[in-house]
Protein backbone atom coordinates (compact mmCIF):
# COMPACT_ATOMS: atom_id res chain seq x y z
CA UNK A 1 0.00 0.00 0.00
CA UNK A 2 1.27 3.60 -0.88
CA UNK A 3 0.99 5.60 2.41
CA UNK A 4 0.38 9.53 2.46
CA UNK A 5 2.27 10.98 5.28
CA UNK A 6 0.82 14.89 5.82
CA UNK A 7 3.72 16.89 7.28
CA UNK A 8 2.04 19.65 9.43
CA UNK A 9 4.68 21.71 10.59
CA UNK A 10 3.46 24.84 8.87
CA UNK A 11 0.55 24.68 10.84
CA UNK A 12 2.90 25.45 13.69
CA UNK A 13 4.54 28.05 11.84
CA UNK A 14 1.42 29.94 12.20
CA UNK A 15 0.74 29.43 15.63
CA UNK A 16 4.66 30.26 16.72
CA UNK A 17 4.23 33.65 14.43
CA UNK A 18 2.12 35.04 17.19
CA UNK A 19 3.26 32.64 20.29
CA UNK A 20 -0.14 32.02 20.59
CA UNK A 21 -2.78 28.85 20.78
CA UNK A 22 -4.16 28.32 17.53
CA UNK A 23 -3.64 26.85 14.91
CA UNK A 24 -3.09 23.81 16.86
CA UNK A 25 -1.72 21.09 14.93
CA UNK A 26 -3.19 18.44 17.07
CA UNK A 27 -6.94 19.96 15.54
CA UNK A 28 -5.07 19.95 11.83
CA UNK A 29 -3.81 16.24 12.47
CA UNK A 30 -7.20 15.28 13.07
CA UNK A 31 -8.61 16.71 10.14
CA UNK A 32 -5.70 15.48 8.05
CA UNK A 33 -6.95 11.66 9.62
CA UNK A 34 -10.24 12.99 8.59
CA UNK A 35 -8.99 13.18 4.95
CA UNK A 36 -7.25 10.12 4.90
CA UNK A 37 -3.63 10.42 5.60
CA UNK A 38 -2.36 7.74 6.55
CA UNK A 39 0.23 9.01 8.68
CA UNK A 40 0.79 12.28 10.57
CA UNK A 41 4.64 13.49 10.67
CA UNK A 42 6.11 16.55 12.71
CA UNK A 43 9.60 17.24 12.23
CA UNK A 44 10.47 18.53 16.81
CA UNK A 45 13.32 20.84 15.92
CA UNK A 46 16.45 21.49 17.81
CA UNK A 47 15.21 25.24 17.75
CA UNK A 48 11.51 24.80 18.22
CA UNK A 49 10.75 27.24 15.29
CA UNK A 50 7.33 24.96 14.57
CA UNK A 51 6.58 21.84 16.69
CA UNK A 52 6.34 21.82 20.25
CA UNK A 53 7.00 19.45 22.91
CA UNK A 54 3.82 19.65 23.82
CA UNK A 55 2.52 18.84 20.11
CA UNK A 56 4.59 15.79 20.18
CA UNK A 57 3.27 14.71 23.65
CA UNK A 58 -0.65 15.25 22.51
CA UNK A 59 -0.27 13.58 18.86
CA UNK A 60 1.15 10.63 20.52
CA UNK A 61 -2.30 9.89 22.63
CA UNK A 62 -4.61 11.22 19.77
CA UNK A 63 -3.14 10.34 16.52
CA UNK A 64 -4.61 6.97 15.06
CA UNK A 65 -2.73 6.63 11.66
CA UNK A 66 1.28 6.22 12.00
CA UNK A 67 3.16 8.87 13.66
CA UNK A 68 6.30 9.88 12.09
CA UNK A 69 8.36 11.79 14.53
CA UNK A 70 11.54 13.88 11.82
CA UNK A 71 13.97 14.73 14.04
CA UNK A 72 17.53 15.20 13.92
CA UNK A 73 20.39 12.91 15.89
CA UNK A 74 21.04 15.48 18.70
CA UNK A 75 20.87 13.44 22.29
CA UNK A 76 17.97 15.64 23.63
CA UNK A 77 15.71 15.08 20.67
CA UNK A 78 17.08 11.13 20.80
CA UNK A 79 15.89 11.24 24.18
CA UNK A 80 12.46 12.78 24.00
CA UNK A 81 11.82 10.05 20.72
CA UNK A 82 12.64 7.34 23.23
CA UNK A 83 10.25 8.21 25.83
CA UNK A 84 7.56 9.46 23.44
CA UNK A 85 8.01 6.42 21.30
CA UNK A 86 6.38 7.70 17.66
CA UNK A 87 5.79 4.61 15.41
CA UNK A 88 8.46 5.90 13.42
CA UNK A 89 11.28 7.98 13.37
CA UNK A 90 13.02 9.89 10.12
CA UNK A 91 16.35 10.78 10.58
CA UNK A 92 17.21 14.30 8.84
CA UNK A 93 20.04 16.80 8.80
CA UNK A 94 19.32 20.08 10.68
CA UNK A 95 20.75 23.92 10.49
CA UNK A 96 19.92 26.47 12.22
CA UNK A 97 19.85 29.08 9.48
CA UNK A 98 17.86 26.79 6.93
CA UNK A 99 14.25 27.62 5.52
CA UNK A 100 13.31 23.79 5.55
CA UNK A 101 15.81 20.79 5.42
CA UNK A 102 18.20 20.87 2.48
CA UNK A 103 19.89 17.97 1.68
CA UNK A 104 19.82 14.36 3.16
CA UNK A 105 22.03 13.39 5.71
CA UNK A 106 25.73 12.19 5.50
CA UNK A 107 25.51 8.86 7.50
CA UNK A 108 28.29 7.17 5.18
CA UNK A 109 30.75 9.62 7.01
CA UNK A 110 30.04 8.60 10.64
CA UNK A 111 27.61 5.11 10.54
CA UNK A 112 28.99 4.30 14.31
CA UNK A 113 27.04 7.17 15.30
CA UNK A 114 24.19 5.96 13.41
CA UNK A 115 23.93 2.61 14.11
CA UNK A 116 23.53 3.34 17.68
CA UNK A 117 21.09 5.94 17.36
CA UNK A 118 19.00 3.02 15.15
CA UNK A 119 19.40 0.90 17.59
CA UNK A 120 18.61 2.74 20.66
CA UNK A 121 15.41 4.04 18.69
CA UNK A 122 14.81 0.56 17.62
CA UNK A 123 15.36 -1.16 20.93
CA UNK A 124 12.06 1.38 22.35
CA UNK A 125 9.95 -0.22 19.47
CA UNK A 126 10.13 2.44 16.73
CA UNK A 127 11.14 2.20 13.40
CA UNK A 128 13.32 4.30 12.02
CA UNK A 129 13.82 5.97 8.33
CA UNK A 130 16.77 7.77 7.10
CA UNK A 131 15.87 10.83 4.72
CA UNK A 132 18.80 10.42 2.06
CA UNK A 133 19.67 11.99 -1.25
CA UNK A 134 19.71 9.18 -4.26
CA UNK A 135 23.29 8.11 -3.23
CA UNK A 136 24.54 4.61 -3.52
CA UNK A 137 26.67 4.67 -0.75
CA UNK A 138 24.56 6.52 1.64
CA UNK A 139 22.04 3.90 0.98
CA UNK A 140 24.53 1.12 1.54
CA UNK A 141 25.12 2.59 4.63
CA UNK A 142 21.60 2.40 5.85
CA UNK A 143 21.34 -1.18 5.43
CA UNK A 144 24.35 -1.80 7.22
CA UNK A 145 23.36 0.29 9.84
CA UNK A 146 19.91 -1.47 10.05
CA UNK A 147 17.49 1.64 8.97
CA UNK A 148 13.69 0.04 8.45
CA UNK A 149 13.78 2.44 5.72
CA UNK A 150 15.09 5.23 3.05
CA UNK A 151 13.12 8.27 2.53
CA UNK A 152 14.51 9.55 -0.41
CA UNK A 153 15.30 13.53 -0.81
CA UNK A 154 12.82 14.30 -3.95
CA UNK A 155 14.04 17.81 -3.66
CA UNK A 156 16.09 17.94 -6.75
CA UNK A 157 13.41 16.10 -8.93
CA UNK A 158 11.31 19.03 -7.46
CA UNK A 159 13.06 21.87 -8.04
CA UNK A 160 13.85 20.62 -11.35
CA UNK A 161 12.49 23.19 -14.51
CA UNK A 162 13.49 21.61 -17.75
CA UNK A 163 11.73 18.39 -18.65
CA UNK A 164 15.42 16.33 -19.51
CA UNK A 165 16.59 17.42 -15.73
CA UNK A 166 13.20 16.15 -14.46
CA UNK A 167 13.91 13.19 -16.27
CA UNK A 168 17.28 12.79 -14.97
CA UNK A 169 16.37 13.43 -11.53
CA UNK A 170 13.52 10.82 -11.66
CA UNK A 171 15.62 8.33 -13.03
CA UNK A 172 18.04 8.21 -9.80
CA UNK A 173 14.99 8.11 -7.79
CA UNK A 174 14.15 5.28 -9.58
CA UNK A 175 17.48 3.62 -9.56
CA UNK A 176 18.10 4.19 -5.80
CA UNK A 177 14.74 2.87 -4.83
CA UNK A 178 15.29 -0.17 -6.99
CA UNK A 179 18.48 -0.98 -4.39
CA UNK A 180 16.84 0.47 -1.69
CA UNK A 181 14.19 -2.66 -2.34
CA UNK A 182 16.64 -5.06 -2.94
CA UNK A 183 18.56 -4.42 0.23
CA UNK A 184 14.90 -5.28 2.11
CA UNK A 185 14.28 -1.74 3.33
CA UNK A 186 11.02 0.12 3.16
CA UNK A 187 11.08 2.94 0.37
CA UNK A 188 9.98 6.50 1.43
CA UNK A 189 10.20 9.92 -0.38
CA UNK A 190 9.39 13.22 0.34
CA UNK A 191 10.68 16.93 -0.15
CA UNK A 192 8.33 19.39 -2.34
CA UNK A 193 6.23 17.26 -4.03
CA UNK A 194 3.07 18.59 -5.40
CA UNK A 195 -0.49 18.19 -6.88
CA UNK A 196 1.36 18.78 -9.60
CA UNK A 197 4.55 16.77 -9.68
CA UNK A 198 3.85 13.51 -7.39
CA UNK A 199 2.76 11.08 -9.61
CA UNK A 200 5.60 10.12 -10.90
CA UNK A 201 7.16 9.64 -7.91
CA UNK A 202 4.30 7.87 -6.73
CA UNK A 203 5.22 5.34 -9.64
CA UNK A 204 8.11 3.97 -8.73
CA UNK A 205 8.01 0.48 -8.00
CA UNK A 206 7.77 -0.56 -4.40
CA UNK A 207 6.91 3.24 -3.20
CA UNK A 208 5.30 2.57 0.25
CA UNK A 209 5.14 6.16 1.57
CA UNK A 210 5.14 9.90 0.67
CA UNK A 211 5.18 12.40 2.87
CA UNK A 212 4.51 16.17 2.19
CA UNK A 213 3.50 19.25 3.63
CA UNK A 214 3.82 22.69 1.95
CA UNK A 215 1.68 21.89 -1.10
CA UNK A 216 -1.37 20.22 1.27
CA UNK A 217 -0.94 22.96 3.75
CA UNK A 218 -1.02 25.58 0.94
CA UNK A 219 -3.99 24.55 -0.08
CA UNK A 220 -5.85 24.01 2.81
CA UNK A 221 -5.98 27.48 3.11
CA UNK A 222 -8.00 27.55 0.56
CA UNK A 223 -10.20 24.18 1.37
CA UNK A 224 -9.73 23.32 4.38
CA UNK A 225 -7.19 20.40 5.03
CA UNK A 226 -9.76 17.51 5.41
CA UNK A 227 -10.60 18.70 1.69
CA UNK A 228 -6.84 18.92 0.70
CA UNK A 229 -5.39 15.57 2.03
CA UNK A 230 -8.35 14.56 0.28
CA UNK A 231 -7.40 15.33 -2.89
CA UNK A 232 -4.27 14.48 -2.90
CA UNK A 233 -5.64 11.01 -1.65
CA UNK A 234 -7.39 10.96 -4.64
CA UNK A 235 -4.61 11.43 -7.25
CA UNK A 236 -2.21 8.90 -5.80
CA UNK A 237 -5.25 5.78 -5.43
CA UNK A 238 -4.34 4.39 -8.51
CA UNK A 239 -0.43 3.14 -7.33
CA UNK A 240 -1.60 1.76 -4.06
CA UNK A 241 0.55 -1.35 -4.68
N1 LIG B 1 10.30 14.77 4.23
C1 LIG B 1 11.25 15.36 5.00
C2 LIG B 1 12.33 14.50 5.57
C3 LIG B 1 11.20 16.74 5.29
O1 LIG B 1 12.15 17.29 6.06
C4 LIG B 1 10.13 17.50 4.77
C5 LIG B 1 10.04 18.96 5.10
O2 LIG B 1 9.84 19.12 6.45
C6 LIG B 1 9.17 16.84 3.99
C7 LIG B 1 9.29 15.49 3.71
C8 LIG B 1 8.00 17.58 3.42
O3 LIG B 1 8.44 18.50 2.48
P1 LIG B 1 7.41 19.54 1.84
O4 LIG B 1 6.95 20.42 2.95
O5 LIG B 1 8.22 20.24 0.81
O6 LIG B 1 6.28 18.72 1.26
Known amino acids: MLELGVNIDHVATVRQARKTVEPDPVW ?16 LREDRRHIQDRDLFILKETVRAKLNM ?5 EEVIGIACRTKPDQTTLVPEKREEVTT ?4 DIASNPDRYREVVRRLQDQGIAVSMFLDPELRQIETASQIG ?11 SLAISPR ?28 LTYHNVQPVA ?16 RALMVGLKDAVAEMKMILKDFAQ
Open 102 to 105: EGGL
Open 147 to 157: ANAVELHTGAY
Open 70 to 74: EMACS
Open 203 to 218: AIANMQELNIGHSIIA
Open 165 to 192: DREKELNALIEAGKIITEFGMRLHAGHG
Open 28 to 43: AAAQAELGGADGITVH
